[in-house]
């Protein structure tokens, strides 16, 4: 049973797809410092390649990914031919070293691209660095799912697909600018999986405006109807100072934290129930996918793309806006196309701000990842800092956390309140910032 104490959310907080997040960022960053991380990447080291397509057919209001409306032909053409010579500047500096494990394509909408389009840019990535065999993965829009697309993606060997499913309420759906009914979602489960994708996940939304616990009860009885593999469950971050597409989404009219509280519990009762294997606090996975199996045997990560059985240490970003993560380094590609256009085509790489980790740095963010991933985090170094012992408090009193000898443990009664408990170990989380959405 999950306890509300509302005094414990009130703090805004990251999601903590990196540590430091891109909010401290900083231009002191730049492609210098880009090229020699490629360069400190080890012969034969696992490296996961992220590819950008920062375009959508729709444009959706609550969303807050880097896109823009596919709508010009040349848009996307243009984009696709900068895209192909950042391919080809990384692996060249990356040069023999470095093994490719996995591609995963996001968004926007990778299939606000052509077919041909993608066989050509996968083609590139494959044969630019050298990759033989890579897990390949996928965000889709079901809206522009078609036949064509289906048999590309067959040919191409992809494995997981990821669907934007948000809500199956009419209604909802047309209140934050997605409409798909629910025969569209059925239709493209049905094709992927006869198109040989063995693992599909659903992105769903809770706290969107005018729904309640019976909304959310609705839209999990036809995610479960559909049994994929995968489901993220997150709740609406409402940051119209940040994204002014979100202006058309009434504040007034959301549900208040209580009832995202209690549909985040719904949730979770909802789906675990139903055989679901809890990842963090807003994942779930049927027991066989991999993810499960990871978080089963204590190997299971975080970055950019949520929570993943990728172990590895470097990931290179590649398009407007994508970002790169080495050990001591983070860096984040410009995110004007057009000036990314003009650096990916003159042949530069295209870094324009990051942050650098020491080992501190490094030792806070193996704490974060420890605990949003449910296992225990040597914190013994931190408690010496009485804002920290400080912070940390409430929740041990409460039950939510457990401390045994330095190891510090998210208890499944604090599952809730990770996030916050985790950014005790942020030394950028000072006071509470509209930047972040609620915890919860």
Request: glycine fraction near 8%; aromatic fraction near 8%; include cysteine.
């Amino acid at each position: 049973m999950w306890f509300y104490h509302p005094d414990l959310l009130a703090r805004p907080v990251p999601r903590y797809t990196s540590y430091p997040t891109a909010a401290e960022f900083t231009d002191a960053i730049a492609a210098v410092d880009q090229a020699e991380a490629l360069e400190a990447v080890t012969p034969g080291q696992s490296v996961s390649l992220y590819v950008h397509i920062p375009f959508c057919q729709q444009i959706c209001w609550y969303c807050g990914c880097n896109t823009g409306r596919a709508n010009r032909e040349q848009r996307l053409a243009s984009y696709l031919d900068a895209l192909c010579e950042e391919i080809r500047t990384v692996s060249t500096r990356l040069g023999d070293r470095g093994r490719i494990d996995r591609i995963a394509f996001g968004g926007g909408s990778p299939n606000a691209l052509a077919p041909e389009q993608f066989t050509r840019l996968l083609q590139d990535l494959i044969e630019g660095f050298g990759a033989e065999r890579p897990i390949l993965s996928i965000e889709l829009d079901p809206r522009t799912y078609t036949a064509p697309w289906a048999a590309t993606l067959r040919a191409s060997g992809v494995s997981r697909a990821s669907l934007g499913v948000q809500t199956f309420d009419p209604a909802i759906q047309a209140a934050i600018g997605r409409v798909q009914p629910r025969e569209m979602i059925a239709d493209t489960v049905d094709s992927l999986r006869a198109s040989g994708v063995t693992s599909i996940n659903f992105d769903l939304i809770y706290g969107l405006p005018d729904q309640d616990r019976g909304h959310l009860d609705a839209t999990l009885d036809e995610t479960l109807a559909l049994r994929p593999e995968r489901i993220a469950l997150f709740g609406y971050a409402h940051v119209p100072h940040l994204l002014p597409r979100q202006r058309r989404i009434a504040a007034d009219h959301l549900p208040d934290q209580a009832e995202r509280f209690a549909m985040a519990e719904l949730g979770h009762h909802r789906l675990t129930g139903a055989g679901y294997v809890p990842i963090g606090f807003d994942h779930f996975a049927l027991p066989h996918d991999d993810i499960a199996i990871a978080r089963a045997e204590g190997r299971l990560h975080r970055n950019f793309q949520g929570f993943t059985e990728d172990d590895a240490q470097v990931l290179i970003g590649l398009g407007a806006t994508a970002i790169s993560q080495f050990p001591d380094l983070i860096v984040q590609n410009e995110k004007n196309s057009g000036r990314y256009r003009m650096r990916a085509g003159a042949g530069q790489l295209c870094a324009e701000r990051g942050i650098e980790r020491d080992s501190v740095e490094q030792a806070r963010s193996h704490i974060i990842e420890a605990l949003l991933c449910e296992r225990a985090a040597t914190v013994d170094a931190f408690l010496d800092d009485p804002g920290v012992t400080e912070r940390l408090w409430p929740f041990l009193h409460r039950g939510l956390a457990r401390l045994i000898q330095g190891r510090l443990q998210v208890t499944a009664e604090g599952r809730p309140y990770s996030r916050v408990i985790a950014s005790i170990f942020d030394r950028h989380r000072g006071a509470a910032t509209q930047r972040f959405s609620t915890a919860i």
